[in-house]
């Protein structure tokens, strides 16, 4: 019964490498984001989809990518990872999109690229 | 765009003690101020939160203020206990996103 679940939980690769994060909801949320948290565990919106359609973009490199196949899934694919990528990833929903509900964050991916 | 201080980065306390963690943000514009709890491992879960047209809510051992003159909002934890230990996030409500402060790690000893 995850709210909202990840995969892979850790993640370890070369530079240069491409991969793919998945993430799911099953709380019938309309908003799903992607957030980077870093070494300090900052934490920073990478993007914002309402109902598989993109609405934040953050200043983020164009080797990341999100797709939003459906309303419940946003995936985020990395080209060319570079050591800097190294971070965790949130994925989280909200029932509305604003920013002003409830955000349901997954349980992170870790990401570290050597 | 938004900016959200926040402080202390850490704080150690004795079971039973109260923590206070306090937050300043720079949009006068923002109306929406949640707290998110992180335990090790796992992603941030609110805790509480409080709108604009209010200065102060509580649930149980956990209360929020906030101050929209001086742009100040503030956690109070009471009666704390081990299991509060946490890094604790607070958020104010930029143009359609959340804009955290840099945590707080909050330690609880027995």
């Known amino acids: 019964d995850t709210a909202v679940s990840q995969t892979p939980k850790y993640l370890v690769t070369q530079m240069g490498n491409d991969k793919s994060i998945k993430c799911e909801q099953n709380l019938g949320h309309d908003t799903m984001y992607w957030y980077k948290q870093d070494s300090k565990k900052f934490l920073k919106i990478m993007f914002s989809y309402n109902n598989k359609e993109l609405i934040i973009n953050e200043t983020v490199p164009n080797r990341f990518s999100p797709k939003s196949p459906d309303k419940a899934h946003l995936n985020l694919h990395i080209n060319s990872l570079e050591l800097g990528d190294s971070a965790v990833y949130f994925c989280?929903?909200?029932?509305?999109?604003?920013?002003?509900?409830?955000?349901?964050f997954g349980p992170g991916t870790r990401l570290t690229v050597l | 765009g938004e900016n959200v201080e926040q402080h202390p980065s850490t704080l150690s306390v004795q079971e039973g003690d109260s923590a206070v963690i306090k937050c300043t943000y720079s949009d006068s514009a923002s109306n929406y101020f949640p707290w998110y709890k992180q335990e090790l491992g796992k992603g941030p879960q609110l805790i509480i939160d409080i709108r604009s047209n209010v200065g102060e809510k509580k649930d149980q051992r956990i209360a929020v203020t906030l101050n929209k003159t001086a742009k100040h909002f503030s956690l109070h934890i009471t009666e704390t206990q081990p299991e509060d230990s946490a890094v604790y996030f607070c958020?104010?409500?930029?143009?359609?996103?959340?804009?955290f402060g840099t945590g707080t790690r909050l330690l609880v000893s027995p």
């Open positions: 958020a104010s409500l930029g143009f359609q996103k959340l804009v």
């Open positions: 989280a929903s909200s029932h509305t999109s604003g920013g002003a509900d409830t955000q349901y």
